[in-house]
Every structure is written in structure tokens, then in C-alpha cells.
Nanobody, 115 residues
């Protein structure tokens, strides 16, 4: 049974940083299909950052240079370091992986950027 559990969200002011974590169980977290998505109120879920084949990383244009995706395979954990946060980054952030023709999602963690 695959389970993804996010943590690290919270309320911060513009310009501050947060690091999200996603701990996985039931899946080996060293595959190329894993990443972070987010969904703001009234908007569709969108890609934030993702690992691709060959450990390449892709980022949404809106977060390039500010966010960094990483993982610790030994801990089966993926991270999203978010710097220089903006109010438009406010959303629920979801951890994602794909295995055996199935998408798996975490429960989400709320990130709110507000002064």
C-alpha cells in the first residue's frame, strides 16, 4: 500500500522560506516519476517541480530560481525548498508519485504567504 505524507506547511510572510517534506511508504522513492503539485482556491492543480528521467528536474516558470526539489533515497523522503515566497504561492501543496500505472497523492499541506 503506497502512502505519501507531507509536512512543513504553514503561514509565512512574503520573502520568507519553507521546506516541505514528503515521506513515502510502500514505494521506493528513487524513481523518476515523483514531484510536487499545488492547488490554490478556485484554481486547478498545477505542477510545481518534478523529477524526470535521468534525475533531471523541471520547474514551473513561476517558481524557477526560488524553489528546489530534492530527495533522500535512504530516508524515502522528498523535499521542496521554497525561498522568497510570494502571496501567489499560497496553495495546498501535494506530493505525487506514479507507479504501476497509478498516480499516488499525499493528503496535502497548506502553505499561506501573507503579510
Amino acid at each position: 500500500q503506497v502512502q505519501l505524507v507531507e509536512s512543513g506547511g504553514g503561514l509565512v510572510q512574503p520573502g520568507e522560506s519553507l521546506r516541505l517534506s514528503c515521506v513515502a511508504s510502500g514505494v521506493i522513492f528513487n524513481n523518476d516519476n515523483m514531484g510536487w503539485f499545488r492547488q490554490a482556491p478556485g484554481k486547478e492543480r498545477e505542477l510545481v517541480a518534478i523529477f524526470r528521467v535521468g534525475a533531471r528536474q523541471n520547474y514551473a516558470d513561476s517558481v524557477k530560481g526560488r524553489f528546489t526539489i530534492s530527495r533522500d533515497n535512504a530516508k524515502n523522503t522528498m523535499y521542496l525548498q521554497m525561498n522568497s515566497l510570494k502571496p501567489e504561492d499560497t496553495a495546498v501543496y501535494y506530493c505525487w508519485t506514479y507507479m504501476a500505472l497509478t498516480n499516488y497523492w499525499g493528503q496535502g499541506t497548506q502553505v499561506t504567504v501573507s503579510s
